[in-house]
């Protein structure tokens, strides 16, 4: 019987060095599908992931401006990206608990 080589665990240093830098794909397919409910998990994994690129980086920027939208879909019922904004006056509006866009999100 041969025997499993062993494996050992790379050192924290070692699994920083060999992270891949970021790309703007990256980021937006972490964000793409974000719904409200998991928007503040999602901002936290952007976060992480461009924390080691400089303030004037095309990714970093780019991640900041999701961050922002992120931030706004947490107050948000959706990211309501396609269509026309629905009017309050439609019947029913003034029952809906929660009928904010991420780009007018309700007051906190």
Known sequence: MSEAPEHTEAEPEERAEARVEPTID?????????????????RARVRDLVRDLPGDHPVR???????ALLE????A???AEEGPKEPSTRPGWE????HARASEPQEH
């Open 26 to 42: 990256d980021i937006d397919e972490l964000v793409g599908p974000a719904t409200p409910h998991f928007a503040m998990q999602l």
């Open 61 to 67: 920027q780019h991640a900041n401006e999701k961050i």
């Open 72 to 75: 706004r879909l947490a107050f």
């Open 77 to 79: 019922s959706s990211k």
């Open 95 to 98: 029952e809906l608990p929660s």
